[in-house]
């Protein structure tokens, strides 16, 4: 897990995870051999709203490549907010501290 950004509106963590670590379920050895695979993604939380949202696979890719061509051409706090408001507006999932 890395912070990636924060600012008062949103904050950003990506979250990258060994599926080869042991689970406790058994996995044949014809199956498990030479297998090594990550599972990746971005948690996008809008702090005003209290929603967040998890992306994976293509639809993080593209954040990814979105998020490098923004930062390509220096933004502000404020272009950065705005790309991620396109994200946000799918979130559903609201934010609950334990």
């Given at each position: 897990m890395?912070?990636?950004?924060?600012s008062e509106n949103y904050a950003v963590v990506?979250?990258?995870?060994?599926?080869?670590?042991?689970?406790?379920?058994p996995?044949?050895?014809d199956v498990a051999e030479g297998i090594s695979l990550t599972r990746a993604g971005y948690e996008i939380v809008d702090k005003h709203a209290r929603r967040e949202i998890?992306?994976?696979?293509?639809l993080a890719e593209h954040?990814?490549?979105g998020v490098q061509a923004l930062i390509?051409?220096?933004?502000?706090d404020d272009d950065v907010d705005?790309?991620?408001?396109?994200?946000t507006v799918l979130a559903q999932q609201p934010v609950v501290l334990h």
């Open positions: 890395q912070m990636l950004y924060n990506h979250f990258e995870v060994d599926v080869n670590e042991p689970t406790g379920f996995m044949r050895p998890f992306i994976e696979g293509a954040f990814k490549e390509s051409a220096s933004p502000n705005e790309y991620l408001a396109g994200y």
